[in-house]
Every structure is written in structure tokens, then in C-alpha cells.
């Protein structure tokens, strides 16, 4: 890439030059076009520079993804399910959401980028003597991993996660599988996480 110190050059041989203890006058013309020449290459140069770089910085701020958010939004105690069937968890309480790439009206994550993202499951329950607590972390529609405890006494805590590849347009979610059951209050104790790790 030519620089402002070659345009400099070019005026410098522009004027008149002394060789040999002679002074000679160059075609002026000649000197002006190429000029205009350097001119231009140098505005190219500049432009496509400029497009580089609003591309780097469209990748550095889509490179800014993380989320963690729980289900409880409010003081006081609640249960989530059991359920007939499985069904999505919203975690609507929001610690952070860098990217907005979770929607904590539907409980899923949108991959903004493709790339390597990591996710993280806590879930809180009570003991019952035949129902278990339990989560699936889910992405399209596939499942993932599950995260499963039960016992007849005190309360259960359990956890689940997973590096996954993610295409632009992946969802990642999690499900309460059928009969399982959570706990939950103002102090958070199911949470749900996830960020990017590198774009790919």
C-alpha cells in the first residue's frame, strides 16, 4: 500500500531536480497524471480500509454475548410444574443479558454468531418420595443434557451443562421433562447461563 510519504516523494521529483550540477524541468503533464493516479489508489485504499474495519467492529460487538437470568422474578415461594409433559422454562428474572440473545418471555437463546458457546443449568427442589427434580438443556430440538436428582428427605440441588457449537439462528432452551418439579424463591436458586466462548 502506497503511503502519504510516497506522495511526498512524488511532489519532491515534481519540482526541479538537480542531476549532476544540471537543472531539468519535467513534463508536467505527466507528473500531474500520475499524481492524480496515486490520488485516486490512495482513496481506494482508504475506502476499502474503512469497510475492514466497520466489519471488525460489527464482529467485536456480535462477539459480546452473555446471559444469566433465574426463574423468579418476585419475593415469596414457587413451584414449577409437575407437568403432563414437557414444558419450556421461562427463567424470567434477567441478571444480564450482553447481545440480547435471550428472551426472557419464551426462555430461549438465538445465536447471534456462529460460534463455541457454553451453558450452565442449576436447578433447586424439594424431596418427594416418587417425583425427582429435574431439567433438559435443549438445543433446536434436540436434547442435550439432563440434570436429575430425587430423594425422600431434604431439599435437592442438581446442575447440568455443555459446550455447543451453535450456526447463526440456533436455539438453545431448557424443559421440565414430565413429573419432575422445582423450587424456587427470591434468593434464586435455579438459574440458567450461557455465552459465547469464541466466534467460529
Sequence with gaps: MKTPGAAVLLLLWAGIVAVAGETCQPD????????????????????AQAKDLTELRRERDNSKVSFSASLKTSPGHQYYGPYNSPTTLIY?????NTGNAYNNNTGIFTAPVRGV???????????????????????NKEHVAMA???????????????????EVGDVVYVKLPENAWLADNQFHF????GHLLFPM
Aim: hydrophobic share 40%; glycine share 8%; with cysteine.
Design 148 to 166: 436429575w436428582t430425587q430423594q425422600s428427605t431434604l431439599n435437592l440441588n442438581g446442575g447440568t451443562g455443555a459446550s455447543l457449537l451453535l
Design 117 to 139: 458457546y457454553h451453558f450452565v443449568v442449576f436447578i433447586h427442589g424439594h424431596c418427594h418420595e416418587h417425583r425427582g427434580i429435574a431439567v433438559s438443556l435443549n438445543k
Design 190 to 193: 435455579n438459574t440458567f447461563s
Design 28 to 47: 508536467i503533464y505527466n507528473v500531474l497524471k500520475e499524481i492524480s493516479a496515486l490520488v485516486k489508489q490512495l482513496r481506494w485504499e482508504t475506502n
Design 92 to 96: 424470567r428474572h434477567v441478571f444480564t
